[in-house]
């Protein structure tokens, strides 16, 4: 995925109506569905325009994955229906993200 244009951010409401920031690092296919690797959105000092520091540790902090669903005719992201959904997937995004490093 090229950076030349900066990270690309998708907002996203959960069920509860609150939104938050994901920002896109990759997406694959797999079996016809379309799948996204996100993290949260790194917050900006409203002051400095610096990052804020993160907690990497914090359990609000990680990768999401999402997957691009059809409702009433419009792509919608969900989140994924098993636990080896998830695991299949996370797997092949970490396949991937460590054949770039190897391949750098």
């Given at each position: 995925?090229?950076?030349?244009?900066?990270?690309?951010?998708?907002?996203?409401?959960?069920?509860?109506?609150?939104?938050?920031?994901?920002?896109?690092?990759?997406?694959?296919?797999?079996?016809?569905?379309?799948?996204?690797?996100?993290?949260?959105?790194?917050?900006?000092?409203?002051?400095?325009?610096?990052?804020?520091?993160?907690?990497?540790?914090?359990?609000?902090?990680?990768?999401?994955?999402?997957?691009?669903?059809?409702?009433?005719?419009?792509?919608?992201?969900?989140?994924l229906?098993?636990?080896?959904?998830?695991?299949t997937?996370?797997?092949?995004?970490?396949?991937?993200?460590f054949?770039?490093?190897?391949?750098?």
């Amino acid at each position: 995925m090229s950076e030349d244009f900066g990270p690309d951010f998708i907002t996203v409401t959960d069920e509860d109506g609150n939104e938050f920031e994901l920002e896109l690092v990759d997406t694959l296919e797999h079996e016809g569905v379309t799948y996204y690797a996100m993290f949260p959105a790194v917050a900006e000092d409203e002051e400095t325009g610096e990052p804020v520091d993160v907690d990497a540790d914090d359990e609000e902090y990680g990768l999401v994955i999402m997957k691009a669903i059809e409702e009433n005719g419009e792509e919608i992201l969900s989140t994924l229906d098993s636990d080896e959904e998830l695991d299949t997937i996370y797997n092949l995004f970490m396949e991937r993200f460590f054949q770039d490093e190897e391949e750098e």
